[in-house]
């Protein structure tokens, strides 16, 4: 075994030093990205003599020794090696499966529905067939599993999509290049957290996710219908733990977003951020209803008869809330809202509240502005507090808090790590130096329209190492650990 062993690690020094020559004509990593054929040539076995000996060395292994060594490689690496030979790109398309994180934020228009569908395929999605061209419905058409690359329509569509998933993704399982198999002999995916730019992907790209994905955001869903929602609802429901959706399509109901909540009993986090053609405050009391063992919430424009029916429902371990106000519909940053999101979440962790609503609140009564009484509101949940970011949308909206009442938080709420009061303008020196004082594990602070002076940076210099300066410009100062 130690033999083996030390064979082992010098095979994985040899393939390295031989993937770093192989590698050093790219100019970057984007050279070897799906939406260009620069490496073409590569590809085609048109390569310099040196590339040609040094890969030739590494492919007299093992094809199992092979696969060992490129997984100790980093993705940007194995990309880089797919492209030399197709012996490469088969050993690094047997380690796909094994990755449980992969970002496809950074959409490309050649990852269509057939790049994404063989990626999909070999990242161990079951029921996904390959050789799947456009237009056809997804899911329906494809290459067998023993066929060449060559022959595969993977091998411009799913090639390319396999570097880019390997260029972009994340971690994989520290395990060997062996996969979990299902029943069938079938590479079992173990892809757990998924981040995709569905720009370029038709509705039904959501019906060929690996059904093992746990945490899914899906941003660039500004085309869409409802059928893109519901394919997540037939393909992960029961798993889904974590969901965070970007889009700004009218053609995308509340309705199909709460026939997935209705399959996600362990949904655990829920982000949503979506244009005026979704009814959001029936989104989130749906989830309210459904998902009981919810944690984190992020919405934007819910009413308060929206927050007042979540107080209703049965969320003990929601701890993190976080909304934003865009129009005047949505509920402001006032006493009332801060009093019942406290009421709501018994141990509150993190408070994000942001109001951009302009010219809301002038002429109108305190309940319609945030006051000393509702800053003191924070107080009572001091013990699990760690984040509070408050937002207002002016200076003037702020002339009912004073700096006693600053003060009185910053004495209460001793753990705070991450600290923004956007338009207070009572946050002047004596705040600042409670909260700087009181709070020694603060590593974030944002302060918009601050009444400081120098004496204030002196003393987060003294007292806050962890802390630095990242812009002071226009009354605004923003730290950073």
């Known amino acids: 075994m130690a033999s083996m062993e030390a064979i082992i690690i010098e095979a994985a020094s040899i393939e390295a030093a031989s993937i770093k020559a192989v590698s050093t004509e790219a100019a970057s990593i984007e050279a070897v990205s799906i939406e260009a054929d620069t490496n073409a040539s590569s590809r085609h076995g048109i390569a310099s003599a040196h590339e040609r000996e040094s890969v030739s060395d590494i492919c007299r292994l093992p094809f199992e020794l092979l696969a060992r060594v490129i997984s100790h490689l980093p993705l940007a690496d194995r990309a880089h090696a797919a492209t030399s030979c197709a012996l490469m790109r088969h050993a690094v398309d047997s380690l796909l499966p094994s990755l449980t994180f992969l970002d496809l934020k950074a959409g490309s228009p050649c990852l269509d529905d057939a790049a994404f569908a063989a990626l999909c395929r070999r990242l161990g999605a079951a029921g996904v067939g390959a050789g799947l061209e456009l237009g056809q419905p997804l899911g329906t058409a494809g290459v067998g599993e023993g066929g060449e690359w060559g022959e595969e329509r993977g091998e411009e569509g799913g090639g390319g999509g396999e570097e880019e998933g390997g260029k972009k993704g994340g971690d994989e399982q520290g395990a060997g290049v062996e996969s979990v198999r299902d029943m069938g002999g079938r590479r079992k995916s173990c892809l757990r957290r998924l981040e995709l730019d569905c720009w370029h992907l038709s509705d039904r790209c959501t019906s060929l996710l690996p059904e093992s994905i746990e945490e899914l955001a899906l941003c660039g869903a500004d085309k869409h219908t409802d059928a893109l929602i519901q394919g997540l609802a037939d393909r992960l429901g ?26 996600s009993p362990c949904l655990a986090s829920l982000a949503i951020d979506a244009g005026e053609g979704l009814h959001v405050g029936a989104v989130v009391m749906a989830a309210g209803s459904l998902c009981p063992n919810l944690r984190e919430l992020s919405v934007y424009d819910i009413s308060m008869e929206t927050l007042v029916y979540l107080s209703t429902c049965h969320l003990p371990h929601l701890t993190r809330f976080r909304h934003k106000r865009r129009h005047e519909w949505g509920m402001g940053l006032t006493d009332a809202v801060v009093m019942r999101i406290v009421r709501l979440c018994p141990n509150l962790e993190e408070l994000l509240l942001v109001d951009k609503a302009e010219g809301v609140g002038h002429g109108r009564g305190d309940e319609q502005f945030l006051t000393d009484e509702g800053l003191l509101a924070l107080t009572t949940r001091a013990a699990s507090l760690t984040t509070l970011s408050l937002r207002l949308p002016s200076l003037p909206a702020s002339r009912r808090c004073s700096e006693v009442a600053l003060m009185q938080v910053a004495s209460a709420c001793t753990g705070l790590t991450h600290l923004e009061l956007s338009n207070f303008r009572c946050m002047s020196d004596p705040p600042l130096h409670e909260f700087v004082s009181r709070c020694p594990s603060l590593s974030h602070l944002a302060l918009a329209g601050a009444s400081i002076t120098d004496a204030s940076l002196d003393l987060i210099a003294s007292h806050c190492p962890n802390l630095f300066l990242r812009r002071l410009k226009d009354g605004l100062l923003k730290m950073d650990s």
Do not use: E
Request: glycine content about 8%; cysteine-free; proline content about 4%.
């Open 238 to 263: 029961p798993n889904l733990t974590k969901f965070a959706f970007s889009g700004f399509s009218r053609s995308i109901g509340s309705d199909s977003f709460v026939s997935l909540l209705s399959v």
